[in-house]
């Protein structure tokens, strides 16, 4: 059983940064594309990027490229989500999630197959 545990979110002012922290336990982390997914109040779930198992290739949304950057250790089974340049729209909670196979479709969360419980980002103005 693969379990994801995501960290690092909180209460930021909007300028400001975070950087999350998604731990995955159980074997073959580094084999797999992991994904990052955010869902505002009232919204659908909404790709956030995306990174193929050895960090080769990387996708990010329009909304949060030149700002986001996605990055793995799979020494430590972790994905990281570095956010800078926060901004009040950024609110969310935020979700790890790992590609069940293949390239495509990496921003459609039917995708994939594990999901973390999320972690609240609360950005202000």
């Known amino acids: 059983q693969v379990q994801l545990v995501e960290s690092g979110g909180g209460l930021v002012q909007a300028g400001g940064s975070l950087r999350l922290s998604c731990v995955a336990s159980?074997?073959?982390?580094?084999?797999?594309?992991m994904g990052w997914f955010r869902q505002a109040p009232g919204k659908e779930r909404e790709f956030v990027g995306a990174?193929?198992?050895?960090?080769?290739?990387?996708w990010y949304a329009d909304s949060v490229k030149g700002r986001f950057t996605i990055s793995r250790d799979n020494a430590k089974n972790t994905v990281f989500l570095q956010m800078n340049n926060l901004k009040p729209e950024d609110t969310a909670v935020f979700y790890c999630?790992?590609?069940?196979?293949?390239?495509?479709?990496?921003?459609?969360?039917?995708?994939?197959?594990?999901w973390g419980q999320g972690t609240q980002v609360t950005v202000s103005s």
């Open positions: 159980g074997r073959s982390f580094s084999v797999y594309s």
């Open positions: 990174i193929t198992w050895n960090g080769g290739m990387i």
């Open positions: 999630a790992r590609k069940s196979s293949g390239l495509v479709g990496m921003g459609e969360p039917s995708r994939y197959d594990y």
